[in-house]
């Protein structure tokens, strides 16, 4: 596995486990808010709780929006590599029944770390800004 691999799968994780720390926080803290704010919750609670719907319909279509954009960056090396490989085989090994290389293992963590960059984003901003604040 190259280095750069190793870093990308590194970064990956620690977001990924942030993101599992954080998450439960957040929900924990808005289900407190929820049930605390009764019947008529106030102009404060309201907003949080508008905020809360509005950052996750955000936040899905940024990390399917990142996702799309960098799978079709991938198609477009893929498609460039087999041009290479069949306009030029000399340089892909010396026959042109080779098979163009490609690193797809990195292609695919590329592409999910750019769709959980939204959701880790928001998510632990979440985290600092509610754990700030008192519960009333």
């Known amino acids: 596995m190259s280095a750069r691999r190793n870093r990308k799968v590194a970064t990956l994780a620690i977001k990924a486990t942030e993101l599992a720390a954080a998450a439960p ?3 924990a803290y808005r289900l407190s808010r929820l ?3 009764g019947q008529i ?11 809360m719907g509005a950052e996750k319909v955000a936040a ?5 929006n990142a996702m799309f954009i960098q799978s079709i960056r991938i198609q477009q090396g893929i498609a460039a590599s087999m041009w290479r490989s069949f306009r030029f085989p000399w340089l892909n090994g010396g026959s042109c029944v080779t098979l163009p290389r490609f690193d797809l293992p990195h292609a695919a963590l590329s592409m999910m770390s750019k769709g959980m960059a939204p959701v880790h984003r928001r998510v632990v901003a979440n985290a600092r800004r509610l754990g700030r604040t008192g519960k009333r």
């Open 41 to 51: 919750p106030s102009s404060r609670d309201q907003r949080e709780f508008t905020l």
């Open 60 to 64: 899905f279509q940024e990390s399917w």
């Open 35 to 37: 049930a605390l704010a």
């Open 25 to 27: 926080l957040v929900v």
